[in-house]
């Protein structure tokens, strides 16, 4: 089980830092003309953010239930990415915040 957590931390650590670096560092590749630039960066930062959070704690030792805090706070946002899309109508891409909420699901279950 502990390495079936590890692996879907640093898959989702991974995703979660290359899409926050692509939304606050790449605006013009990755902006949504649905949020302000302000947002998009805060965004951006919250997913590198969080990203390090489900790998750095635990791998160091050092406040390790900091990860589960990271999953939790990734959570949400996955959540409203999900009813962000749905809002504009973009029906297909509502899978993919889920499928990654049902991941950090799994380890905010699995590293409580």
Same mark, same amino acid.
């Given at each position: ?44 930062? /919250?997913?590198?953010?969080? @990203? *390090? !959070?489900? +790998?750095?704690? =635990? $791998?160091? &030792? ?5 990860? /589960?805090?990271?999953?939790? @706070? *990734? !959570?949400? +946002?996955?959540? =409203? $990415?999900? &009813?962000?899309?749905?809002k504009k109508g973009e029906y297909k891409a509502i899978?993919?915040?889920? +499928? ?13």
């Amino acid at each position: 089980m502990n390495i079936a957590l590890w692996i879907v931390q640093i898959i989702l650590g991974l995703f979660f830092v290359m899409l926050g670096s692509m939304k606050a560092f790449q605006l013009k590749k990755a902006h949504d003309s649905g949020t302000s630039k302000g947002l998009e960066i805060f965004i951006g930062i /919250s997913e590198i953010l969080g @990203g *390090l !959070g489900l +790998i750095l704690p =635990l $791998a160091t &030792g050092i406040v390790p239930s900091l990860t /589960s805090f990271a999953a939790i @706070g *990734l !959570g949400v +946002i996955m959540v =409203l $990415a999900a &009813g962000h899309h749905a809002k504009k109508g973009e029906y297909k891409a509502i899978s993919m915040p889920l +499928i990654f909420l049902a991941l950090l699901i799994f380890v905010i279950i699995g590293r409580w």
